[in-house]
Each structure stands twice: as C-alpha cells, then as structure tokens.
C-alpha cells in the first residue's frame, strides 16, 4: 500500500483510470478491473465497491479536463516549452509563494510528476 492512513481495517482503497477516447461515453471499469485480476488474481473478488466518472462528467468537475483530458491538453513542440503561457518562468502564479504544479506546466503533458518536481525547484529558488 502507498498510503496505509487510507486503509479503514481491512479495506484498502485502489485508484486507477483508462485512457478512452474522446467523447466516449461506456463504462471502462470491466477492462480496468480484467487487466488488474490479470496480475493480481483474486482481486476481482476483494471489490467492496466501484467509482466511475465518465469523460463527461470529469470535464464538468473541472474545467481544465476538457473532454476527460486529465493531461491539459496539446503535446506539440510548442506546448512543451510554452505551457501554460508564453514565460521564462512557468511554475510563477505571480502571487509571492505561490507556484503552479499540473500537467499544465512543463515539461508538458503527462501524469509524470516532473511538473511537481520543477515546480519545487522553482520554489526551493524562491527562498533564497
């Protein structure tokens, strides 16, 4: 477990997602759930309880995940350099301690967690 302080007795949260097309509007949950039991037999058999957010209702929550885009859009070579705008120093808000950390940012489009790492740099540089 990644997180134990999330675990209620014997019930563990499991968080995962499917990338699916634009627009798609089925229910991704059985694939999700057939891969896992793949790995980790009997999984499919300690299920309590499921949560799915269709594309559409992602977009809805927030309205960054344009289509369910969890990414923030374009990886084009413009947008790895130039994400979220035109600046030297994409992680800034402008705010005075306050940095922005989302796929929003570079080095582009992904839940890679470098965006985080740079944006902690950024911070850390901020300090002294």
Known sequence: MADPTRSVGDMHPFYTYAHVPAGYTGDATEAIVAQVERFAPGFRERIRATAV??????SRKNANYVGGDIVSGAN????????????????ATGADGVFLCSAATPPGAGAHGMSGYWAAQAALRSLT
């Open 53 to 58: 957010c269709s594309t559409t209702q992602m």
């Open 76 to 91: 084009d070579p413009l947008q790895l350099v130039f994400r979220p705008r035109v600046t030297l120093h994409p992680y």
